[in-house]
Protein backbone atom coordinates (compact mmCIF):
# COMPACT_ATOMS: atom_id res chain seq x y z
CA UNK A 1 0.00 0.00 0.00
CA UNK A 2 1.66 2.90 -1.24
CA UNK A 3 0.67 6.53 -0.06
CA UNK A 4 -1.38 7.83 -2.50
CA UNK A 5 -3.60 4.59 -2.46
CA UNK A 6 -3.84 5.09 1.10
CA UNK A 7 -4.54 8.89 0.66
CA UNK A 8 -7.51 7.88 -1.79
CA UNK A 9 -9.21 5.40 0.85
CA UNK A 10 -8.81 8.48 3.47
CA UNK A 11 -10.78 10.54 0.58
CA UNK A 12 -13.38 7.83 0.00
CA UNK A 13 -13.93 7.38 3.26
CA UNK A 14 -14.74 11.33 4.36
CA UNK A 15 -17.61 10.12 1.68
CA UNK A 16 -19.47 8.41 4.11
CA UNK A 17 -18.95 11.12 6.86
CA UNK A 18 -22.20 11.63 8.57
CA UNK A 19 -21.75 15.48 9.33
CA UNK A 20 -24.93 17.56 9.05
CA UNK A 21 -24.09 20.11 11.67
CA UNK A 22 -20.69 20.90 10.40
CA UNK A 23 -20.50 19.86 6.64
CA UNK A 24 -17.06 19.61 7.35
CA UNK A 25 -16.19 15.85 5.77
CA UNK A 26 -13.62 14.08 7.27
CA UNK A 27 -11.73 10.69 6.65
CA UNK A 28 -9.32 8.79 7.26
CA UNK A 29 -7.46 5.63 6.65
CA UNK A 30 -4.88 3.43 9.33
CA UNK A 31 -2.54 1.31 7.40
CA UNK A 32 -1.31 -2.23 9.20
CA UNK A 33 1.69 -3.59 9.25
CA UNK A 34 0.12 -6.37 6.92
CA UNK A 35 -1.58 -3.90 4.44
CA UNK A 36 -4.90 -4.03 5.87
CA UNK A 37 -6.78 -0.85 6.12
CA UNK A 38 -9.29 0.46 8.40
CA UNK A 39 -11.51 3.85 7.38
CA UNK A 40 -12.89 6.06 9.22
CA UNK A 41 -15.11 9.09 8.85
CA UNK A 42 -16.48 11.80 11.22
CA UNK A 43 -20.23 11.32 12.69
CA UNK A 44 -22.09 13.72 14.54
CA UNK A 45 -24.48 14.44 16.75
CA UNK A 46 -27.48 16.82 17.39
CA UNK A 47 -25.63 16.79 21.12
CA UNK A 48 -22.74 17.98 19.34
CA UNK A 49 -20.16 16.43 22.08
CA UNK A 50 -20.91 13.38 21.27
CA UNK A 51 -19.44 13.64 17.60
CA UNK A 52 -16.62 11.20 16.86
CA UNK A 53 -13.39 12.34 14.49
CA UNK A 54 -13.00 10.45 12.37
CA UNK A 55 -9.48 9.17 12.96
CA UNK A 56 -10.79 7.73 16.17
CA UNK A 57 -13.84 6.03 14.20
CA UNK A 58 -11.11 4.48 12.09
CA UNK A 59 -8.35 3.22 15.09
CA UNK A 60 -11.30 1.83 17.05
CA UNK A 61 -12.60 0.03 13.83
CA UNK A 62 -9.07 -1.56 14.06
CA UNK A 63 -9.37 -2.39 17.52
CA UNK A 64 -12.97 -3.51 17.55
CA UNK A 65 -11.36 -6.05 14.84
CA UNK A 66 -8.69 -7.49 17.24
CA UNK A 67 -5.94 -5.66 15.58
CA UNK A 68 -3.17 -4.21 18.51
CA UNK A 69 -0.13 -2.38 18.02
CA UNK A 70 0.42 -3.27 14.53
CA UNK A 71 -0.19 -0.10 13.03
CA UNK A 72 1.94 1.61 10.51
CA UNK A 73 0.55 4.76 9.00
CA UNK A 74 -2.82 7.14 9.00
CA UNK A 75 -3.77 8.90 6.38
CA UNK A 76 -6.41 12.20 6.97
CA UNK A 77 -8.25 13.75 4.52
CA UNK A 78 -10.59 16.55 3.99
CA UNK A 79 -12.14 19.03 2.39
CA UNK A 80 -11.73 22.75 2.92
CA UNK A 81 -9.42 25.69 3.35
CA UNK A 82 -7.15 24.02 5.61
CA UNK A 83 -4.70 21.01 6.23
CA UNK A 84 -6.76 18.69 8.31
CA UNK A 85 -4.65 18.23 11.26
CA UNK A 86 -5.85 15.63 14.04
CA UNK A 87 -7.21 17.42 16.48
CA UNK A 88 -5.74 16.86 20.26
CA UNK A 89 -8.06 13.62 21.12
CA UNK A 90 -6.93 11.82 18.50
CA UNK A 91 -3.31 12.22 18.93
CA UNK A 92 -3.61 10.68 22.35
CA UNK A 93 -5.68 7.82 21.00
CA UNK A 94 -3.72 7.16 18.35
CA UNK A 95 -0.39 7.31 21.05
CA UNK A 96 -2.31 4.75 22.97
CA UNK A 97 -1.93 2.55 20.29
CA UNK A 98 1.04 3.75 18.22
CA UNK A 99 4.80 4.31 18.49
CA UNK A 100 6.59 7.93 18.41
CA UNK A 101 7.50 6.98 14.89
CA UNK A 102 4.27 6.39 13.90
CA UNK A 103 3.42 7.89 10.81
CA UNK A 104 0.54 10.39 9.59
CA UNK A 105 -0.11 11.71 6.28
CA UNK A 106 -2.36 15.02 5.95
CA UNK A 107 -3.93 16.71 2.61
CA UNK A 108 -6.95 18.11 1.36
CA UNK A 109 -9.08 16.23 -0.77
CA UNK A 110 -8.16 18.16 -3.43
CA UNK A 111 -4.71 18.13 -3.07
CA UNK A 112 -3.93 14.37 -2.60
CA UNK A 113 -0.60 14.97 -3.69
CA UNK A 114 0.55 18.27 -1.82
CA UNK A 115 0.47 15.89 1.11
CA UNK A 116 2.10 16.83 4.42
CA UNK A 117 3.71 13.79 6.90
CA UNK A 118 4.56 14.03 10.48
CA UNK A 119 5.40 11.31 13.01
CA UNK A 120 3.04 10.98 16.07
CA UNK A 121 6.03 12.02 18.33
CA UNK A 122 5.81 15.07 16.64
CA UNK A 123 2.51 15.74 16.27
CA UNK A 124 2.21 15.09 20.48
CA UNK A 125 5.23 15.52 21.49
CA UNK A 126 6.26 14.95 25.80
CA UNK A 127 2.86 12.81 25.56
CA UNK A 128 1.58 11.06 28.98
CA UNK A 129 1.97 7.78 30.14
CA UNK A 130 2.23 5.91 32.92
CA UNK A 131 5.12 4.47 34.17
CA UNK A 132 4.89 0.39 35.08
N1 LIG B 1 -13.07 16.26 13.06
C1 LIG B 1 -12.46 15.09 12.71
O1 LIG B 1 -13.10 14.19 12.16
N2 LIG B 1 -11.15 14.94 13.03
C2 LIG B 1 -10.38 15.85 13.69
O2 LIG B 1 -9.24 15.58 14.02
C3 LIG B 1 -10.95 17.17 14.00
C4 LIG B 1 -12.40 17.36 13.71
C5 LIG B 1 -14.49 16.44 12.74
C6 LIG B 1 -15.37 16.50 13.94
C7 LIG B 1 -16.56 17.29 13.42
O3 LIG B 1 -17.49 16.37 12.86
C8 LIG B 1 -15.99 18.17 12.34
O4 LIG B 1 -14.69 17.64 12.05
C9 LIG B 1 -15.88 19.61 12.71
O5 LIG B 1 -15.19 19.78 13.88
Known sequence: MNTTK?????????????APY???KVGAALL????DVFA????????YG???????????AAIAAGRRCDFVALAIVADGES?????????QVLSEFCCD????????ADALDDYEVASLGELL????????
Do not use: W
Open 125 to 132: PRSFHIAE
Open 101 to 108: EFSVYIAK
Open 22 to 24: SEY
Open 32 to 35: CADG
Open 83 to 91: MPYPCGACR
Open 50 to 60: LTNCAERTAIF
Open 40 to 47: GCNVENVS
Open 6 to 18: LLEAARDAAQKAY
